[in-house]
């Protein structure tokens, strides 16, 4: 089974700071890797993902994302937060050789940038 | 690429009442998904299409659900005699290729709040 894990419910930064949104992750063969951001009601919007090759993934807006395979996380990051990167971020994760394509959704983590 | 289309945007029913959602997805995607969120929660699977056919669907997908794609194009969803813990957002998602590293294209949803 895959699973995944965002242990903060909220992070809260100032602009201009730097942002971090956890993502820890399970599967039993490859993992492929996704980041979305919903705004309020809105469907979610891919931002990046992680499939092989380099452990850093740039993505849109800014964002990028570091795997780390040793400790199975993903984590989101963005060198300097906007007011406008306010939303509910989830990361998601796909088993490359299970049966099936479905993703499977961490509970989501909403960023708070406060100006 | 017009993206993904649901309709309705919002759905408000009497609990015991059936409700039938639509989703087009983007038109060359032949992988399409339907996902239920409740406020504050991750995106949960439902079922997915390989084109017309039905390939996977969750143990959420009580026998009051029930979905279709029967020409390979737009999907529908039905939910008969609703209950109050129906009340979500529904997503639709269509994605083009059947390999693992490609995102889902979410439509904006479809809120359903049963009274």
């Known amino acids: 089974a895959q699973s995944v894990a965002q242990p903060e419910d909220q992070v809260n930064v100032a602009e201009g700071n730097p942002l971090t949104v956890k993502c820890t992750y399970s599967?039993?063969?490859?993992?492929?890797l996704f980041w979305y951001v919903q705004y309020p009601n809105r469907g979610l919007q891919f931002l990046l993902k992680?499939?092989?090759?380099?452990?850093l993934v740039k993505g849109s807006y800014g964002f990028e994302a570091e795997f780390n395979k040793s400790q199975t996380s993903f984590h989101l990051k963005k060198p300097s937060a906007l007011v406008s990167d306010s939303a509910l971020y989830f990361c998601?994760?796909?088993?490359?050789?299970?049966?099936?394509?479905?993703?499977?959704f961490g509970g989501g983590t909403r960023v708070l940038v406060k100006p | 690429d017009t993206g993904v289309s649901q309709d309705p945007r919002h759905k408000i029913t009497k609990r015991g009442q059936n409700v039938t959602f639509r989703c087009d997805p983007i038109?060359?995607?032949?992988?399409l998904y339907w996902y239920r969120q409740t406020l504050g929660q991750g995106p949960e699977f439902l079922t997915y299409?390989?084109?017309?056919?039905?390939?996977?669907k969750s143990r959420l997908l009580s026998d009051r659900f029930s979905a279709e794609r029967p020409k390979g194009s737009f999907s529908t969803l039905e939910i008969q005699r609703t209950e109050q813990g129906d009340s979500a957002m529904y997503l639709c998602?269509?994605?083009?290729?059947?390999?693992?590293?490609?995102?889902?294209?979410f439509g904006n949803g479809t809120r359903l709040t049963v009274t």
């Open positions: 992680y499939i092989t090759g380099d452990n």
């Open positions: 998602a269509s994605s083009p290729s059947t390999g693992p590293n490609s995102p889902l294209h």
């Open positions: 038109s060359e995607h032949n992988r």
């Open positions: 299409f390989q084109n017309e056919a039905q390939l996977e």
């Open positions: 599967v039993s063969g490859n993992p492929y």
């Open positions: 998601a994760v796909r088993d490359g050789v299970a049966a099936g394509n479905k993703l499977t």
